[in-house]
Every structure is written in C-alpha cells, then in structure tokens.
C-alpha cells in the first residue's frame, strides 16, 4: 500500500513541478486548429462518399 501512495504522490509532484501546460491562449488556438482540420477531413470524406454512390448509381443501376 504503501507503494502505492508514493506513486501517487510521484505522479502529483511530476504533474505539479516538471509538466509544462499550455497557456489560454496556446490551448484556444489548439482547439481551433483541431476543429478546422476535422472539419476539413468530414468534407474529404463526405465529397469521397457522394463521389463513390454517384459513380455506383451510374454504372450499376442504370444498366
């Protein structure tokens, strides 16, 4: 058990003293970042889809 609480208080002082955590606006421009990219990703995928059914409705069902 005793182990255990010192990981813990290992793990605080780590988190506390050595980890470098980002700034308000270093984290919102982040933030940003990400959602333009997954936006821009959600189109690619959505333009591959459409592209993919209208070619298949093309050539599969209007035999």
Do not use: C, H
């Not at 308000?24 to 421009?29: A, D, K, T, Y």
């Amino acid at each position: 058990m005793a182990n255990v609480l010192q990981g813990v208080r290992d793990a605080y002082t780590e988190l506390k003293d050595n980890v470098t955590w980002p700034t308000l606006p270093q984290l919102s421009q982040t933030a940003v970042l990400v959602l333009v990219a997954s936006l821009i990703i959600a189109l690619v995928v959505f333009g591959m889809d459409k592209l993919v059914t209208t070619l298949l409705e093309i050539l599969v069902y209007n035999n």
